[in-house]
């Protein structure tokens, strides 16, 4: 406990900082990726595709696999690689309790389930599943067990959780992408004409 309140003043201002601080560092990386996505110079169709395929594999449960599996399909329908790994970077630590949470609820409404016994059951499936050993009879046991008791109402809406936010993303990237260019092929035909002048 606090023998003043001027140190507790000072605590508390420490935590505002450290917080503030967070939200410079995480908006500048937000603004950054912006800033490298549109700069890409790649048709705006390349790089929406790109950025809604690694959006796609991004939250779609690929363990672990979603930037190889972006990478890759963007090597192969010829979709812009930064455009799809940067996609794929949309589940971090930090959202993945949001699209966690999401695609239960969203899987359980429509498989018409109770969401909240859905997600429960999600949860304590995904804590068990990180303390069992998969090596095991019994590890695998229990997975196959709990494949057939909620583990598809997740899936199911953790597909069209991944369909909505991969849209989202492709028409948002193209959108981005044909703003950024048309504004520099107007800087770029300004410069032109102020020096011909």
């Not at 028409?171 to 011909?196: G, H, I, N, W």
Request: net charge positive.
């Amino acid at each position: 406990m606090c023998s003043s309140s001027g140190e507790g003043d000072s605590l508390r201002n420490g935590k505002r900082g450290r917080r503030a601080a967070l939200w410079t560092r995480l908006s500048r990386g937000l603004r950054y990726l912006y800033i490298r996505m549109v700069r890409i110079n790649d048709s705006p169709q390349k790089v929406a595709w790109g950025m809604a395929v690694g959006v796609f594999l991004g939250i779609f449960p690929t363990f672990g696999l979603g930037i190889v599996l972006a990478l890759a399909l963007a090597i192969f329908f010829k979709f812009n690689k930064a455009a799809a790994i940067m996609g794929s970077l949309i589940m971090n630590p930090l959202t993945i309790p949001f699209f966690w949470t999401a695609s239960s609820i969203l899987g359980a409404l429509l498989a018409n389930r109770d969401w909240q016994r859905t997600l429960r059951m999600f949860q304590v499936f995904s804590a068990k599943l990180s303390l069992i050993d998969l090596t095991t009879r019994e590890g695998w046991a229990f997975l196959l067990r709990s494949l057939g008791t909620g583990v598809y109402v997740y899936l199911l809406g953790n597909l069209v959780l991944s369909l909505m936010l991969a849209g989202i993303s492709y028409f948002a990237a193209l959108r981005l992408t044909r703003v950024y260019q048309e504004r520099k092929r107007s800087k770029m035909r300004d410069r032109r004409s102020a020096s011909t002048i």
